[in-house]
């Protein structure tokens, strides 16, 4: 198998073949009837418009792991149009997840085939969703902690999804498709440095904009991208293609992903996702064996003595040595209720005032918590003063675990994550090549997801799809419906 193929006539004809497809047909003539319905009555760019989804749409369900990479695509850019549905609001990517899986479903409803998993990686992911289900007993607004739960359904689904559904073939769109979209979020993120498009809040030296894409903050966006760079920077490392090789324009897409994704970061000015990011690639490095990871410190070492004797760190502005320099800050720990804000200290402060009241609730309540999803929604009892915007959680995904299920739900998420980076560990020692580098790219990306969530919640705005892909082609490569943990991409 070759990592780019055209997929055979029949795989597109196969739903309108046979009594078993009904429900596919069905389906197929509401979209075809819809399209119809808005072509004699929309506008020419709500016509294209879905024209296009409906294209997609058909094409998702026909052949489901096709929408998988769309959904790739997609995630960067699914806020741009948003549906509110009370307390939460539906976007682009999150509409095709749902569109996935309902093809998924009718793909086994149709085949009358079940798809399963080995028990042993079904227990972390139950007993986290049984934990964050259990504390909704005690939740003040149990629409803030429907919203939550369906987040970690849709992710949990779309695991389980991906696992299912991707072969090698497969396994080649999502990764590509990932890194893809990635490139254009990136790309998004430099127009905006440059060109100074934003908001003034997040003007950077008088000359440019913090890079932000779709996703509203500059931390979101730069730990969206974090995701992306260990799994490019893997493939660039371990792909090396020869003459004629298959794996040619997958090497050359992470070569762009790393290219334009490094700076990316460094242009959203956000330090949670420069730690992220500098965990993420030593565990690729080191993942290459010892021998390569210290070639690589030998280089970097060697470089930045030259840099130093040439004068070129005098030329860093101090701005961003102080950014590198001062993280100190944030591993100090005191009542922040009576420290006043300052521009210089007011992102510390801001991120210490709401992992103190997330521990206060987690005082308050230490078994269950307050509530999946219920941080906000309790926010103003536990506060520090001045501090009355709840911005969603607690800028610490662990203290906002802590806080919204307890020690319960705290214990649970850390099984269940210690349990992918155990199964992506496996992967990663039991084949080589291109599967390798994929399986240690995730894990590396798994690393950074975990740093950066001390500094913030990665679970926002279609993030967590990615980091569900991700999780769902480890566990399609190390053959979870049996065998041993060999991988096969």
Known sequence: MTFFGVAHLDLFLWPFVGRRDAARTLALGVILLSIAILLALGSLTSSVLALTAAVLGIATLIRPALGLAILGIAIPFGSLQEIALGSASIGAAEGLTAWVLLAWVARAVAYRQIPSMRRRYWIPVTLWLGAALLSVTGAVSWSHSLKELGKWMEFAGLIVCTTTLAGERERSWIVVASL???????LLGWYQFFFRVGPEGFVLFGRFMRAYGTFRQPNPYAGYLGLMLPVG??????????????????????????????PAIAMSWSRGSWFGVAAGALVVLLGRGRRFALSVVLVVVALAGLAFVAGADLQIPPAFSTRLTDFTEYFTWGDVSNIKPNPANFAVV??????????????DRPWLGVGIGNYEAVYDMYRAPRWTDPLGHAHNYYLNVAAESGVIGLAAYVTFW?????????????????RRAVALGILGAIVHLSVHNFFDDLFVQGIYLQVALWIGIVFSMTRLNGGDARCDF
């Not at 210690?418 to 291109?434: F, N, Q």
């Open 180 to 186: 893809v979209g990635s490139i254009a979020a990136a």
């Open 233 to 262: 920077l893997s493939i660039v490392i371990g792909c090396w293609p020869r003459t004629g090789s298959p794996l040619r324009g997958l090497w050359l897409v992470a070569c762009a992903a790393v290219g334009v994704i490094g």
């Open 350 to 363: 801001e991120r210490q005032a709401h992992w103190q009241a997330a521990v206060r609730m987690f005082a």
């Open 418 to 434: 210690t349990t992918i980076v155990v199964i992506s560990w496996r992967c990663v020692r039991s084949e080589g090549g291109a």
